[in-house]
């Protein structure tokens, strides 16, 4: 039996340390059970409502192709059409810049049979001060930090002589691209509010900079982390059709014919193919949605806009958990007659929080209750925690299905337009993220979803490989697909 509601206990962990718990009500599980139940039912992602996404999806996708704006998703024009073969040869530089570090990447590429000859990369932390300063103080910093990298250029890389330095730039702010070597940047995100740069291109900004530190380099490529991503994983799998990032937040790109896209309106390249950068997080049809949801964006920063992406990005996860949690604990008591006052902050639990309690299999449940208690304030019984990982379960299941169900509307684009070429072969998914790569009953809800709506014969094709930190050295190779110099050296 337990003890009266409120009264602490004192156990003790394997390793002798006290571990302490809240007893709660020993009915708890039936306090909060029409709470559970009523979300379990409004997050319930089964086939034929993802089988509605991924339709709405790729109907939406081709409405984006035929005019900008025409729906949700952007289907931004990635001005890529010359994709990494594996015949690349020479030094190649890369830049990526997308919160508050930057990273300086090198790689010498000896072509066909040697590929790869050697990589170097160094990380640099962006002072706060310049995270809100001028255009010219930020990329100032930034040169400053290539050419320190660049002196350091030694052993087995080599640039030919007569050669100017290329780099590809990796810029993952809202962007509108101009061609494959310039961009105007729409507006600052992540924290930075950088002064004089809005309106800009901001591969001049860069250019502008490295000149005056003396640094002899160009860059040959813009591009964003996804359209990196496929273009890293290209180089070593011709089979790659499309990169999906689900990590803090998400996206997709995939490999498009030209002819499939109205609004190019003629502008053709000789390989008839170019990359489109879907920004599918702005989606929202068809998606099962909770109050919790509805609140959560209502209290954002940017309400009612990229839906899709907060019901299956690692940045939202955590908080929709938090948010149930705390209703619970308001009117179904699941954790005692008090409600913990950390419980109510925004963004307290986080996806890694509630990825590490989803790992918990003792029968104690010991590293649920020390996360909650940890991050939240929560003592807990071992009712409680098991009602928590429901909730985990639940709002994990229905992103990674969901994102399952993106990845098949893609797919089944590329198929449509293609007389069934994609299905009937070997095609790949390059899946880069830290959702993906450490969540693993996301990761297993993702391929559960993609086999259920291709069924098992054609999901045998469909490979998702996931391809870390491919973004950086796929920038390299764009650079190197789109140098000015030819690749006879």
């Avoid at 809800?445 to 098992?456: D, S, W």
């Amino acid at each position: 039996m337990l003890p009266a509601v409120g009264s602490l206990c004192i156990s003790r962990t394997p390793r002798g340390g006290p571990r302490f718990t809240m007893a709660v009500r020993s009915n708890v599980n039936v306090s909060v059970a029409p709470i559970l139940t009523k979300l379990q039912k409004e997050c319930a992602a089964p086939l034929p409502v993802l089988r509605n996404v991924a339709d709405a999806m790729t109907a939406d996708m081709r409405a984006g192709l035929v005019v900008d704006g025409g729906g949700e998703l952007k289907m931004i024009l990635s001005y890529v059409d010359a994709l990494p073969t594996g015949n690349e040869r020479g030094l190649f530089y890369a830049l990526d810049l997308g919160g508050t570090n930057f990273r300086v990447l090198r790689v010498q590429l000896g072509g066909q049979e040697e590929r790869v000859q050697a990589t170097e990369f160094e990380q640099v932390s962006i002072p706060q001060e310049l995270m809100c300063g001028t255009s010219e103080e930020l990329f100032d910093f930034i040169a400053t930090g290539l050419a320190k990298f660049a002196e350091k250029e030694a052993g087995k890389f080599h640039l030919p002589q007569g050669r100017q330095r290329e780099i590809g730039f990796t810029f993952s702010f809202p962007v509108k691209q101009t061609s494959i070597d310039s961009g105007v940047l729409i507006k600052w995100t992540k924290g930075f509010s950088v002064s004089g740069t809005a309106g800009k291109d901001v591969v001049a900004c860069l250019n502008e900079a490295m000149e005056r530190q003396g640094l002899d380099m160009r860059v040959s490529a813009l591009v964003n982390d996804t359209v990196g991503t496929l273009a890293g994983a290209r180089y070593w799998d011709e089979d790659v059709m499309v990169a999906v990032i689900l990590g803090t937040g998400t996206n997709a790109c995939y490999v498009e014919q030209m002819d499939a896209i109205p609004k190019l309106q003629g502008n053709k390249s000789p390989s008839g193919r170019t990359i489109i950068n879907t920004e599918w997080g702005a989606f929202s049809k068809g998606l099962p949605l909770t109050e919790f949801d509805r609140d959560m964006d209502a209290a954002s920063i940017n309400p009612g806009e990229q839906i899709y992406e907060k019901t299956i990005s690692g940045m939202y996860l955590g908080e929709i958990v938090r948010r149930v949690l705390l209703k619970m604990a308001e009117e179904g008591a699941l954790f005692g007659n008090s409600v913990p006052e950390k419980l109510s902050m925004p963004f307290v639990l986080r996806t890694p929080h509630i990825c590490a309690m989803q790992q918990d299999y003792s029968e104690d449940l010991q590293a649920v209750g020390s996360t909650l208690y940890d991050v939240a304030g929560v003592e807990s019984s071992l009712k409680a925690r098991k009602v928590v990982i429901e909730v985990c379960d639940t709002i994990v299941k229905r992103g990674g299905r969901l994102a399952g169900a993106g990845i098949v509307s893609i797919l089944q684009k590329i198929d449509e337009d293609s007389n069934g070429a994609i299905f009937g072969k070997r095609t790949v998914v390059a899946m880069d993220g830290g959702l993906y790569e450490h969540y693993t009953q996301y990761r297993r809800y993702v391929h559960e979803a993609v086999t259920e709506l291709l069924g098992t014969e054609i999901s045998k094709n469909v490979v998702i490989e996931h391809t870390k930190d491919g973004s950086g050295i796929g920038a390299a190779l764009l650079a190197s697909a789109n140098s000015k110099f030819d690749h006879d050296y």
